[in-house]
């Protein structure tokens, strides 16, 4: 499963990824130009979660996730997300996320 913390902005976005199965964490930062975007979150294997930084313009976000059926926490990052963002996580806390059905607040 992947594992995604994401901070939202008008142009880009900002976020760390985790293979749960591997262990590999990658940050990127993904330019919202074109279909950038699109073309990221369609290409991962599935299932996914991502972690989404509320703001107040993330409604074509929530589009796009529940169009190609990824899961979505929107109402904040829980602490752990929060943290995958510094990518400087233990990968124990990371599992235990994966293991945890409610991550987020």
Not at 30 to 58: C, I
């Amino acid at each position: 499963m992947k594992i995604i913390g994401c901070d939202l902005h008008a142009r880009q976005q900002t976020l760390a990824m985790l293979d749960t199965d591997t262990g590999e964490v990658v940050k990127r930062t993904l330019k919202h130009e074109g279909n950038n975007v699109r073309e990221f979150y369609s290409s991962l294997a599935r299932p996914a979660r991502v972690g989404v930084e509320a703001t107040g313009s993330m409604q074509w976000f929530l589009n796009l996730m529940k169009e190609l059926g990824i899961e979505c926490c929107r109402r904040g990052l829980s602490p752990e997300v929060a943290d995958l963002l510094l990518v400087y996580i233990q990968t124990d806390v990371i599992h235990r996320l994966h293991e945890e059905p409610a991550w987020c607040f």
